[in-house]
């Protein structure tokens, strides 16, 4: 093992401690210039710890022993007129539920509310064909539909989601808004809207084939019926912010900020 | 804290903060009773933030040392205590041939220096608890420990030789 001078001082001291303390005594034991180092060592030790001891006067004796009523009686005295705030202040973390609370509410307030309606329409194939649902969520994406629903809802325009539900001929139609009616009514009208296009391609296309010499028949793109089986209805609350989620990111904000306090208070 | 363990902890405890307290202000015994006095009030006061992963000592140096470094920024003190205390040499190319005892010898030191010695090796602090008490890196301390030191036993074992 090769010198470790640094820890000589405090095998000198005695508060070298543990595996070091070990390993040191070992190495001296064998290391003849670690020897005389650490002899030195004391000697200097235990010099400067002799003229360190400095008795103190008597009237430094009496002022320190006397301090304790005083303080006690000043301490006193302040906890008895402190404010409330002066106890959240000693104690940072009770200020945490609080700051909790408060930065929920912000947060809350921050997040724009927004609404979400819920409707499903019924997918009926005369021909069974497997792709007449998705063929009709195709071209309800493709189409206009959105321009007439934001000719509708100018000031409160529904963002739309369409989708189909595991493989069935259900197709579900999400909508959300800054209001509860928008959401709604923006989700029923789009499903109405829909079921008109839907009539009205059907008879487009009956008409065309009943003409003489229109040619070979052409299939509409979309040949079925679809049916609303779920209308929205209003939603009573808002979907977004979730309050559970806004409390618990709350929360957790104003526990860590309640533990950065503690953490930096430094004690005098 | 109850005051019988209050007043043990000043008469246990009292000496070396008063001696590490004569130390740093070069012997002016009224600012190092005040300094001391200003110590044990912050360790009542501050008796709950003792984490107890050190000696009470080490604490109580720490608090005197903090104390004393909020004070330093007086002019040093020329009173003639202090020139007893710690003589001056009379100039550096005479330092190798004086005889020097312990305490001009420490007057040569870098207060830095010599403030850590005495911390470490005099009050018997380890280096991170000097460290906390100065306010300084560990390694830092290490290194001025043992500058010092060396410093120390140079000057020291010429004195012997004379």
Redesign the interface.
Same mark, same amino acid.
């Given at each position: 093992m090769s010198c470790r001078?640094?820890d000589l001082? =405090?095998l000198?001291?005695? !508060?070298l401690t543990g595996l070091a303390l070990w390993r040191m005594e070992r190495h001296v034991k064998q290391c003849s210039i670690c020897q005389q180092e650490l002899h030195?060592?004391r000697d =200097?030790?235990d010099?400067? !710890?002799a003229?360190?001891?400095?008795?103190?006067?008597a009237?430094?004796?009496e002022?320190?022993?006397s301090?304790?009523?005083d303080?006690l009686q000043k301490?006193r005295a302040s906890t008895q007129n402190r404010p409330l705030g002066g106890s959240f202040m000693r104690h940072p973390l009770l200020l945490s539920p609080l700051l909790g609370i408060s930065c929920a509410a912000m947060f809350t307030m921050m997040q724009p509310p927004a609404y979400t309606a819920i409707g499903r329409l019924l997918v009926v194939s005369p021909n069974k064909d497997p792709m007449a649902v998705s063929t009709l969520v195709e071209l309800m994406k493709a189409s206009d539909i959105r321009g007439q629903v934001f000719e509708r809802f100018k000031t409160s325009v529904p963002t739309f989601t369409i989708e189909t539900i595991n493989n069935t001929p259900i197709i579900q139609v999400t909508g959300s808004a800054s209001t509860p009616e928008s959401a709604g009514n923006g989700v029923n009208f789009l499903m109405h809207t829909i079921q008109e296009q839907v009539e009205a391609e059907k008879v487009i296309v009956q008409r065309r084939n009943a003409m003489p010499n229109s040619g070979p028949a052409t299939l509409p793109s979309f040949d079925g019926e679809v049916r609303i089986i779920d209308s929205a209805t209003m939603p009573n609350s808002p979907s977004t912010p979730g309050r559970p989620l806004a409390l618990a990111v709350g929360l957790l904000a104003g526990i860590f900020l309640g533990g950065l306090l503690t953490f930096f208070r430094r004690?005098? | 804290m109850k005051q019988e363990a209050f007043q043990t902890l000043y008469r246990r405890h009292g000496r070396d903060v008063l001696g590490i307290l004569l130390r740093l202000t070069h012997g002016n015994r009224a600012e190092a009773e005040d300094l001391t006095q200003e110590t044990f009030l912050a360790a009542l006061r501050g008796w709950k933030t003792f984490r107890g992963d050190g000696t009470a000592r080490a604490w109580l140096v720490g608090i005197a040392v903090r104390r004393w470094r909020d004070a330093a920024r007086k002019p040093q003190p020329t009173t003639t205590d202090s020139e007893v205390l710690y003589p001056k040499i009379a100039s550096p190319e005479h330092v190798t041939l004086a005889r020097l005892d312990l305490d001009a010898a420490l007057n040569q030191l870098p207060e830095a220096q010599r403030i850590a010695l005495l911390l470490v090796l005099g009050q018997g602090l380890t280096y991170r608890e000097a460290a906390e008490s100065l306010g300084e890196p560990v390694g830092t301390i290490k290194w001025r420990v043992h500058e010092a030191t060396k410093t120390m036993r140079d000057l020291l074992s010429e004195e012997e030789a004379l």
């Open positions: 001078s640094e001082p =405090l000198a001291t005695g !508060r030195a060592l =200097l030790s010099s400067l !710890r003229t360190l001891q400095a008795p103190p006067s009237d430094l004796d002022r320190v022993l301090i304790r009523a303080a301490s004690p005098s | -």
